[in-house]
C-alpha cells in the first residue's frame, strides 16, 4: 500500500516537473549546433561524444567529425585508423568503431536513414537506452526519456532519495516514471531540459544552485537545506563504493631509429583494443635495466634518456609508466629487422625484445601525428617528441 502510494507520489512530480522545466529551458540555455539542426545524426555523434566529455569540450571533436563524416554514409565507409584518428582525446575508442558498424547497418538494412523507433535504435550497436531516448526524442519527436548521470541527480535530490543510482534498477524505475509524464508535443525538449539542469544548475560536484532551479518549490533535496550544505550534496545521489582499481606497472620504450618511432598496435580485444601505442614492457625498470635489456638481446643502443613517470586512469584500471628515449642502431632496417632469421645479430635477440620490435612499424613523426591515434595515455611521452620536433 506504502508503495503504491509512493510510486503515484512519483509520477504526480515527474507530471509536475514538466512545464516549470520545459518553460525554463525556452527562456534560453547554451547553444550547440546539433541542437539547434537536430538532425538524427548529429544527435547520436554529439551524445557519444557526450558521454566523455562537457559540452565545451564537444564542440571542436563534433565539428571536425562532422566536417570529414558528415553524414552515415561517410562514417559507415571510413578507414578505421582515420576513424581512430579523428575520434583521438575522447578515449573509449570502442564507441567510435561501434558508431561505424552501426552505420553500415544504417545504410544496408535502413537505406542510409536512421531508424526513429526506438527499440529500432536500441539494437544498433553502442546505443543503448540513453542513447536510443535521445535520438527518438530529440530528432524525432517520440515521447522517450533519456535517463542519464545528470537525470538520475536531479531526480535524486527532486524526491530526496538515498537509493544508489549504480544499480540497473534504479534507473529503469526512473524510466518508467517519466515515460507517462513525457510531453507529447515537445519530449526532446523535456529531455534536454533535464539534462541542462543537471550539467548547469543541480550540478555534479559543488552546491547545487538552487536559487536559480526552476524545480526548487518541489524539491524534497533543497528542503533539507542541501544548497548551503556540502556534505549533503555529495551524499545525493548515492553511490555504492567502486571496487578499488587494479593498478598496473609499465615501461614504456619510445624507440627511434634513424628518426623513426616504433609504434606498436594492441591485440583486438580488451583494454585499448586495436589502439596504436608505444612498445612497452610490464613492470617498472630503471634506466640501467632498460639498457641491459637490449644490450643482452645484442643490441647496442646508442643512448637510452629518462623521460620520467606518468600515470593515467582508466574507469578499472590504473597505469604506472616509466618512460624511456632509445636510439637504437642506425644499422637496423625498419619494420621487419628484429625477425630472428633476418637479425643482424644472428638470431641471438632476446624474445621479449623480438616479440615485441618486431610486432612494430617505424614512422616519422610527422605520419605519426597525420594517420595514427596515439591514445591520451601516452600522452607524456607524445608529448616530449612533440616537444623535440
Ligand atoms: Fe537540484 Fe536544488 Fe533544483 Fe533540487 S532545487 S533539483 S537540489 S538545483
Known amino acids: 500500500?506504502?508503495?503504491?502510494?509512493?510510486?503515484?507520489?512519483?509520477?504526480?512530480?515527474?507530471?509536475?516537473?514538466?512545464?516549470?522545466?520545459?518553460?525554463?529551458?525556452?527562456?534560453?540555455?547554451?547553444?550547440m549546433y546539433w541542437r539547434t539542426h537536430p538532425q538524427p545524426y548529429y544527435v547520436w555523434v554529439s551524445e557519444i561524444m557526450l558521454q566523455q566529455t562537457r559540452v565545451e569540450a564537444v564542440r571542436g571533436y563534433f565539428d571536425r567529425f562532422i566536417q570529414e563524416l558528415p553524414n552515415l554514409e561517410s562514417l559507415a565507409h571510413v578507414d578505421e585508423d582515420r576513424l581512430m584518428k579523428l575520434w583521438e582525446g575522447l578515449g573509449y575508442y570502442n564507441r567510435a568503431r561501434n558508431m561505424k558498424k552501426a552505420a553500415m547497418i544504417v545504410v544496408e538494412e535502413y537505406g542510409g536513414k536512421m531508424p526513429a523507433e526506438y527499440?529500432?535504435?536500441?539494437?544498433?550497436?553502442?546505443i543503448g537506452e540513453y542513447t536510443a531516448g535521445a535520438i527518438a526524442s530529440i530528432a524525432f519527436g517520440k515521447p522517450e526519456p533519456c535517463v542519464d548521470g545528470n537525470v538520475l541527480r536531479v531526480w535524486m535530490r527532486l524526491v530526496?532519495?538515498?537509493e544508489d543510482i549504480l544499480k540497473a534498477s534504479v534507473k529503469k524505475k526512473l524510466r518508467q516514471i517519466l515515460k507517462p509524464a513525457m510531453p507529447m508535443d515537445c519530449p526532446g525538449t523535456f529531455n534536454q531540459a533535464l539534462?541542462?539542469?543537471?550539467?548547469?544548475?543541480?550540478?555534479?560536484?559543488g552546491l547545487p544552485k538552487c536559487k536559480e532551479c526552476p524545480l526548487q518549490e518541489l524539491c524534497a533535496a533543497k528542503k533539507t537545506g542541501i544548497e548551503t550544505d556540502l556534505e549533503l550534496a555529495r551524499s545525493i545521489p548515492y553511490r555504492a563504493k567502486n571496487k578499488p582499481r587494479k593498478q598496473e606497472e609499465l615501461t614504456v620504450l619510445v624507440c627511434s631509429c634513424r628518426g623513426r618511432i616504433?609504434?606498436?598496435?594492441?591485440?583486438?580485444t580488451g583494454l585499448l583494443a586495436g589502439m596504436w601505442e608505444f612498445p612497452n614492457i610490464s613492470g617498472k625498470l630503471s634506466l640501467e635495466?632498460?639498457?641491459?635489456?637490449?644490450?643482452?638481446a645484442g643490441l647496442i643502443v646508442q643512448s637510452v634518456k629518462s623521460l620520467g613517470g606518468a600515470k593515467h586512469i582508466?574507469?578499472?584500471?590504473?597505469?604506472?609508466?616509466?618512460?624511456?628515449?632509445?636510439?637504437?642502431?642506425?644499422?637496423?632496417?625498419s619494420g621487419n629487422f628484429v625477425k630472428e632469421e633476418d637479425s643482424p645479430y644472428g638470431g641471438q635477440v632476446r624474445p621479449i625484445i623480438t616479440e615485441m620490435l618486431g610486432r612494430c612499424r617505424f614512422e616519422t613523426p610527422d605520419d605519426l601525428w597525420e594517420s595514427y591515434s596515439l591514445p591520451s595515455a601516452f600522452?607524456?611521452?607524445?608529448?616530449?617528441?612533440?616537444g623535440k620536433e
Open 1 to 31: 500500500m506504502e508503495k503504491n502510494n509512493r510510486d503515484q507520489q512519483d509520477q504526480k512530480l515527474a507530471e509536475d516537473i514538466v512545464k516549470p522545466l520545459c518553460d525554463w529551458f525556452l527562456k534560453g540555455h547554451r547553444q
Open 119 to 126: 527499440e529500432q535504435l536500441l539494437s544498433l550497436p553502442g
Open 160 to 162: 530526496g532519495s538515498d
Open 195 to 205: 539534462m541542462e539542469l543537471g550539467a548547469c544548475v543541480c550540478l555534479p560536484s
Open 262 to 268: 616504433a609504434v606498436n598496435r594492441r591485440s583486438d
Open 289 to 296: 635495466d632498460v639498457r641491459m635489456l637490449f644490450l643482452e
Open 314 to 333: 582508466f574507469s578499472h584500471i590504473e597505469w604506472h609508466m616509466e618512460g624511456y628515449f632509445v636510439e637504437l642502431p642506425d644499422s637496423l632496417e
Open 379 to 386: 600522452q607524456a611521452y607524445t608529448m616530449y617528441l612533440k
